[in-house]
């Protein structure tokens, strides 16, 4: 070995065994306890972070609090009834719910029951993943008139959320219009218009399949502000929409002014979602295919380069009669162009509105920094900033964008950073922590019993029996008194 070579070796192995001291001196000194973990939310974000904590390390400890007494959220509240495949992540969440070092606390509203201070004080760490419930507005006249509803609304609705049990929408017009041309949209266009023999083998609420079996709706017009190469949805669900039973596209093909001639530049993904636009816009279709779209009875369609500017009411002023289009033009090009109003507007009779422009997190608790510009819990990796022992992960860190499968990735960093404090001890592991212990304490003081985790498999094998029995998967309960009554019968 040479001279250098030695002197490199050394070098290596000191810095080797520096590390491990460092990180075993890490782990010794600031982790002298069992690191105790708090979960605010039970969606994909708590239990993936919670997964990913308690596989990396042996002792955490996560307890997992969440404000109905059901879990899984949007899984379960958000999903497409349609879509029972996506659901099959609750498999993993319950293998991590049941988990010797997880518990589930349901029925406790994080903000009122407890605060986040009081469950900083009982745990070295807390993860806020309490999601996106709140929604944003159109800012136009007219929008909150009767029979204009959020897709988070209609979404709940039909889901059985308890909170939008109530919603009853009057389906008895012809035309639907939706604003907004994402996933959440093409999602609500599709329930509006799929054969009712197909969602009743779903899993979807009692009181919006009746409704649904009652709908004159035979046209649903689907709107966005920019052109078909920014469409915001995927090919899969542009593609069930296509292939809709019952169902034919009608598009306007001067909204594809450019698109053909546009097509070979674009990226892979975008290339191929245009490609089958162009071809349920423009293309001659099959003879099988203009046999099936001859006999279908109901219609749907992407309107590009539109805004909405206002809600007509109907005559009496109780309902909605259209809404007030203003037409676009693009400027710029690919993902970033911009739509610009121009002064041209359009009237579309309709008698439901739906506005589907996105989800927003809400402030839970006044002590939790908050960006409401952006309506995310500011943060670096997961840590909330300038809130030591505080992260966030899924839907409120990054904003209501992505997939189970993003927020999957973004929550797994999110338990890294803290994996990564508690082992360089910028978390202050010093003392051991109460955990659950004292937040019970405090719950039973408060008159709020939490549903644990067997609890809610009580919740679960009703709702499982209920659908059987009318050949469904589940029927939910709609009301959080109903699913406390199963819980603790
Ligand atoms: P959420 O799922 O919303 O979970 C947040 C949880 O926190 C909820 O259980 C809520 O009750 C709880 N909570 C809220 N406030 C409090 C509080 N104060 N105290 C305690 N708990 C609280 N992705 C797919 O991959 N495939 C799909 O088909 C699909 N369909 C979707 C359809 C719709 C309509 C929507 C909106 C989204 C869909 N997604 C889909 C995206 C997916 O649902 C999200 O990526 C994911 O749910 C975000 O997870 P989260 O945990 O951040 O939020």
Redesign the pocket.
Known sequence: MSGFQKLFSDVALWTWRRSRWIHRRGVAAFSSCKPKVCV????????YTAQHLMKARRDVEVDI????PV??????????PD?PE?KNVINTFTQTAKHARCSFYGN?????DVSVQELQQAYHAVIL?????GNRRLGIPGEDLADVYS??DF?GWYNGLPSCRELSPDLSCETAVILGQG??AL?VARILLSPTDILKKTDIAQPALEALMESKIRRVLIVGRRGPMQVACTIKELREMVKLPGARAEMLPSDFEGVPEALPGLPRPRKRLTELLLKAALELPTKEEQERRSKASRSWGLRFFRSPVLVLPNSDGTGTAAVRLAVNKLEGSGEAARAVLTDEVEDVTCGLVISSVG?KSVL?DPSVPFDSGKAIVPNKLGRVQQAPGLYC?????TG?T??????MNN?FDTARSLLEDVDSGKLDMSAAKPGAQSIRTLLEKRGVKPVTFSDWEKIDSVEMKRGESVGKPREKLLTVENMLEEAWA
């Open positions: 605010v939310g039970s969606g994909p974000a708590g239990f609090y969440e404000r109905l879990p899984f959220g949007l899984v379960r509240f958000g999903v497409a879509h996506v406790v509203n994080v903000g009122k993943s309490y999601g996106a419930e897709a988070k979404v996933n959440v999602d989800y839970i992960s899924g839907w409120l860190k209501p992505g997939v189970i499968a993003t927020t929550s």
